[in-house]
């Protein structure tokens, strides 16, 4: 036992050094956990803020309880959307007019075929034909961009023209906001 304590005579000055590296490099460790400690508060602080004193697990369960119902309501929101993405391939979206002088002793272009079209390219060819006597209008059905009665050269342009859904030039595909014209 003698011989330990020789020892801490003979290396009292290295021990007494490595004892305060020690001691210094307990008190960083205590500060750099105090800072962490103070951080985590400052973050439970903002995230209990206006709970009440609430547990954070009550909290947690409360915000669970939200997403759900936002995604529940996300999901109605969506089966809506495809109802209405259904009903509007049914609506006209596309439209080609053709004006034209019919006969050779009227003027100004009063004779008119428009086609109009679904999604699907089904739907209606009006045509308006001017005389100085009489004007005559009648209507033929279109299913998948074809009609069962035979066409006129204006008919069938209005038809060209819905289906392509161009108007005098202009493009009428997407949306109203995207489109210029000009």
Partial sequence: ??????????NSIPLLIIGLALNLLTIMFLIINIGINSNLKNKYRQLVRGTDGKKIEDILFEHIGKVEAVHRYLGEIESRLDVFDNRLSFCIQKMGIIRYNA????????????????ENNDGIIITGIYGRTETVSYAKPVKNGVSNYSLSVEELRALERAKANVLDGVDLGGSRKDRQIG
Avoid: K, N, P, R
Avoid at 1 to 10: A, C, I
């Fill in 1 to 10: 036992m003698e011989w330990v304590t020789d020892f801490f005579v003979q």
């Fill in 103 to 118: 006969f050779d002793d009227t003027g100004s272009d009063l004779s008119y075929s428009i086609a109009l079209l679904d």
